[in-house]
């Protein structure tokens, strides 16, 4: 069992900047990849960034340039970090962790982004 908890959302204007948080109940070393995910009403949920063992990252290309994520294995805990947002990155953004095969969600927090 893996329990996930995000925080660090919330409202920013246009070209604002937020960091995300995603604390993890076990140690890193566990998990074959993390990620952010991001969905808006009536939509589907979309990946955003992931970090897979070996230290892949990928991004999805909305993101490219704008976003970063990394971990602190110390405090097992992952981050994305958001620069330059724009108003189409209104969501809730949920954390991600795949445990022995198994998929975790974090509860989501939502950003939005005025204009």
């Known amino acids: 069992q893996v329990q996930l908890v995000e925080s660090g959302g919330g409202l920013v204007q246009a070209g604002g900047s937020l960091r995300l948080s995603c604390a993890a109940s076990?140690?890193?070393?566990?998990?074959?990849?993390m990620g952010w995910f991001r969905q808006v009403p009536g939509k589907q949920r979309e990946r955003v960034a992931s970090?897979?063992?070996?230290?892949?990252?990928n991004y999805a290309d909305s993101v490219k340039g704008r976003f970063t994520i990394s971990r602190n294995n110390a405090v097992n805990t992952l981050y994305l970090q958001m620069n330059n947002l724009k108003p189409e990155d209104t969501a809730v953004y949920y954390c991600n962790a795949n445990h022995l095969g198994f998929i975790y969600w974090g509860q989501g927090t939502q950003v939005t982004v005025s204009s």
């Open positions: 076990r140690t890193f070393s566990s998990f074959v990849s």
């Open positions: 970090l897979a063992t070996g230290d892949i990252l």
